[in-house]
């Protein structure tokens, strides 16, 4: 029998509000993508990158940890980091995705494999919970029992976290109750042992936050409140000192009053998903509040072009405002991954299409980089250029793809992400339907009684064109279907039935309301046609470049495509016009921009100093002037000697960011000079 496809399921998906949610919108009820772009990404990641994870897990020593921590195997701890248990979790969680909607008895050998994979792993980590529910193989192994003696390093709570989002996503996507139950014990150990009162002997955060939002997560799942309670405790703790007070933790200020996003990127957006999730569960206004503050610090000064986020390579962190260096980004893949939680949980809170302007920057752009084409093979950090003659030093921190990572969080991270993708595609909000994201597939909306479908046919990102067709609608009554009108797009259009509407973008979205039939179809055109784009003038990495887009897709230079190499002396020519193309045949079929330039000359043995005398600037208007009466022969030999020192004319070739780093090892770049 044929392996299912699960990019055709339909998949629930790891955030559902409680009954008394507060928010403008709630996620569909369910969305299936069955073509395209993201439908073979998430094929790539059913057939190669999650079927290896458990040997994976089993060659880093992650399984033998679990196996010594139960009694059932001899040896010493391996790995050299406390939170490795949750690298299991978060495969856990992809692989839970994976098999939701394959019924018992369905599927091929590959699935039963998948399936006995997850029931063999689920029992050692069952072997491995110690009687009270507490669960940690780097404690229990290494330490001495010694709980929570190290919670600004030790990811205890970390590690909790991502078990209990693995037992929802388990839980969601097959109805069993096993790890669950592991879960839910370890979670009302928690209950126990933090908070405030007499009878809880810790009032401690954990240094890297995650337990927030998967308590929040768990509470939807189980109704029971004390764990909403308990992640509301964690929150509201953090910003008193009790890890030391430092910004790398979000330690230094309460997150109600923080002003910027600061310290260790992943940290900072875990926390802050799982604020954006008790602001929503809970009124609170104050929390909603700081969300959207945080956002938009964090948006004008602290995003990359990419949708990546973490300037430093030093404690993986945020930098200052504007402080976006290229060769030296950071933009951990995990950070792409927490950046898309936040966002699809601030726009379900608020409607508004900006943050799903961000979702789809990242998801296409700083978080896909992350994942080679092949599914096996991983950045961990995402540069936006790599230099001509670039050492590479190896290690989890390689401008290289590498297999699997000594700290391995990035890889089941993604896979999780990409199984769950149909998630964060669409929303509803009782009067409808709001399609966030573009995808071939079926989704589905509420209106007041029976549900509202259509089904979507596009080839974007390579293609601006979108066909909405309804399947199923009510005949007696109105809903309104919402699309969004990404933030870099010139121009769009809407028609019905083939006629034009006017459909002008009001805060992001076209929004239709009417008496839908069943048949009519909606097409949405987006121009897509490539653009230079750039930086604020404050990003002085970038000063006086240029990069290149195409939709939402973000464009580089790859030495693989230029003979010779020596991308770090290439100059852009913003007067000439870009052109697309697509090839099938390159990089599993992309569109490539061409582009012109010229590749500045090497410097010669006179040239062994790298700087020089700054000559004074004239007047450009008065340049203006005298170049208007000059005759072209009469120009100053300096100006002729510079033109024909610019070196010869290029054709630049551009790719898809996402796809870099696929070929050959060579240099990169995204932002272009041009002078």
């Known amino acids: 029998m044929a392996v299912p496809d699960l990019s055709t399921q339909t998949t629930p998906g790891p955030l559902r509000l409680s009954g008394t949610a507060r928010t403008a919108l709630r996620p569909a009820p369910g969305a299936q993508v069955v073509g395209g772009f993201w439908h073979e990404r998430r094929r790539i990641n059913a057939e190669a990158s999650i079927p290896q994870g458990p040997g994976l897990l089993e060659t880093a020593g992650n399984l033998h940890n679990l196996r010594l921590a139960a009694g059932t195997a001899e040896g010493s701890f391996r790995g050299d980091y406390p939170f490795v248990d949750s690298d299991v979790y978060k495969w856990l969680e992809a692989a839970s995705w994976r098999l939701a909607g394959i019924g018992p008895g369905e599927g091929g050998p590959a699935v039963v494999r998948l399936a006995d994979d997850v029931a063999r792993i689920i029992d050692l980590v069952a072997g491995a919970q110690q009687p009270d529910g507490y669960l940690n193989t780097w404690f229990q192994l290494t330490k001495g029992g010694a709980r929570y003696t190290d919670l600004s390093w030790g990811h205890e709570l970390y590690c909790a976290g991502h078990l209990i989002q693995a037992a929802v996503a388990h839980h969601r996507a097959t109805g069993q109750t096993s790890l669950l139950t592991i879960a839910g014990r370890f979670a009302d150990h928690l209950v126990s042992a933090f908070g405030p009162g007499p009878d809880r002997g810790i009032d401690g955060i954990d240094g890297h936050?995650?337990?927030?939002?998967?308590?929040?997560?768990?509470?939807?799942?189980?109704?029971?409140?004390?764990?909403?309670?308990?992640?509301?405790?964690?929150?509201?703790?953090?910003?008193?000192?009790?890890?030391?007070?430092?910004?790398?933790?979000?330690?230094?200020?309460?997150?109600?009053?923080?002003?910027?996003?600061?310290?260790?990127?992943?940290?900072?957006?875990?926390?802050?998903?799982?604020?954006?999730?008790?602001?929503?569960?809970?009124?609170?206004?104050?929390?909603?509040?700081?969300?959207?503050?945080?956002?938009?610090?964090?948006?004008?000064?602290?995003?990359?072009?990419?949708?990546?986020?973490?300037?430093?390579?030093?404690?993986?962190?945020?930098?200052?405002?504007?402080?976006?260096?290229?060769?030296?980004?950071?933009?951990?893949?995990?950070?792409?991954?927490?950046?898309?939680?936040?966002?699809?949980?601030?726009?379900?809170?608020?409607?508004?299409?900006?943050?799903?302007?961000?979702?789809?920057?990242?998801?296409?752009?700083?978080?896909?980089?992350?994942?080679?084409?092949?599914?096996?093979?991983?950045?961990?950090?995402?540069?936006?250029?790599?230099?001509?003659?670039?050492?590479?030093?190896?290690?989890?921190?390689?401008?290289?793809?590498?297999?699997?990572?000594?700290?391995?969080?990035?890889?089941?991270?993604?896979?999780?992400?990409?199984?769950?993708?149909?998630?964060?595609?669409?929303?509803?909000?009782?009067?409808?339907?709001?399609?966030?994201?573009?995808?071939?597939?079926?989704?589905?909306?509420?209106?007041?009684?029976?549900?509202?479908?259509?089904?979507?046919?596009?080839?974007?990102?390579?293609?601006?064109?979108?066909?909405?067709?309804?399947?199923?609608?009510?005949?007696?009554?109105?809903?309104?279907?919402?699309?969004?009108?990404?933030?870099?797009?010139?121009?769009?259009?809407?028609?019905?039935?083939g006629q034009r509407l006017p459909a002008p973008a009001e805060a992001g979205w076209v929004r239709l309301r009417r008496t839908w039939r069943?048949?009519?179809?909606?097409?949405?055109?987006?121009?897509?046609?490539?653009?230079?784009?750039?930086?604020?003038?404050?990003?002085?990495?970038?000063?006086?470049?240029?990069?290149?887009?195409?939709?939402?897709?973000?464009?580089?230079?790859?030495?693989?495509?230029?003979?010779?190499?020596?991308?770090?002396?290439?100059?852009?020519?913003?007067?000439?016009?870009?052109?697309?193309?697509?090839?099938?045949?390159?990089?599993?079929?992309?569109?490539?921009?061409?582009?012109?330039?010229?590749?500045?000359?090497?410097?010669?043995?006179?040239?062994?100093?790298p700087y020089r005398t700054a000559e004074p600037v004239a007047d450009p208007a008065a340049g203006s002037r005298a170049a208007e009466d000059e005759p072209a022969a009469d120009k100053p030999a300096a100006d002729r000697a510079a033109a024909d020192d610019a070196g010869q004319r290029l054709e630049l070739t551009a790719v898809p960011y996402y796809a870099w780093a696929n070929r050959e090892d060579g240099g990169m770049r995204v932002w272009l000079p041009t002078r």
Request: proline share 5%; charged share 25%.
């Open 209 to 497: 936050p995650e337990i927030e939002t998967a308590l929040v997560e768990l509470f939807r799942e189980t109704g029971e409140r004390r764990y909403l309670e308990l992640a509301g405790y964690f929150l509201d703790r953090r910003g008193h000192g009790l890890l030391g007070g430092g910004a790398y933790w979000q330690d230094r200020v309460p997150l109600r009053r923080a002003a910027a996003v600061e310290g260790h990127a992943v940290r900072q957006l875990y926390l802050l998903a799982g604020a954006a999730d008790l602001a929503a569960e809970t009124g609170d206004r104050e929390l909603h509040a700081a969300n959207e503050r945080l956002w938009e610090e964090m948006a004008a000064g602290k995003t990359y072009l990419t949708g990546g986020l973490g300037a430093h390579h030093d404690k993986e962190s945020f930098g200052d405002p504007f402080e976006l260096p290229t060769e030296r980004a950071y933009c951990e893949t995990c950070a792409a991954v927490a950046s898309v939680q936040w966002n699809w949980r601030m726009a379900l809170l608020t409607g508004r299409a900006r943050y799903s302007d961000l979702v789809e920057r990242t998801l296409f752009n700083g978080f896909l980089s992350g994942v080679g084409l092949d599914g096996r093979s991983w950045l961990y950090v995402n540069p936006l250029q790599v230099r001509d003659g670039h050492t590479d030093p190896g290690g989890d921190k390689s401008a290289r793809r590498t297999r699997w990572f000594r700290c391995a969080c990035c890889p089941p991270n993604a896979m999780r992400l990409l199984a769950s993708l149909p998630h964060y595609l669409s929303s509803t909000d009782g009067e409808g339907l709001q399609l966030h994201q573009y995808a071939s597939g079926r989704f589905s909306g509420e209106a007041g009684g029976p549900p509202v479908v259509v089904n979507v046919n596009t080839d974007y990102p390579w293609r601006g064109r979108i066909e909405i067709t309804v399947e199923e609608a009510p005949e007696d009554r109105e809903w309104t279907l919402s699309l969004r009108i990404p933030h870099w797009c010139r121009s769009h259009s809407v028609r019905l039935g």
């Open 518 to 609: 069943t048949g009519e179809q909606v097409v949405l055109e987006l121009d897509l046609t490539p653009r230079l784009t750039e930086a604020d003038p404050r990003v002085d990495a970038v000063r006086g470049c240029v990069a290149i887009e195409c939709g939402p897709l973000v464009y580089c230079l790859e030495e693989a495509d230029h003979q010779g190499g020596g991308l770090d002396r290439v100059v852009l020519d913003r007067t000439a016009p870009l052109s697309a193309e697509h090839r099938p045949d390159l990089l599993g079929g992309v569109t490539v921009i061409t582009a012109s330039g010229r590749r500045r000359p090497e410097g010669g043995a006179a040239d062994w100093w």
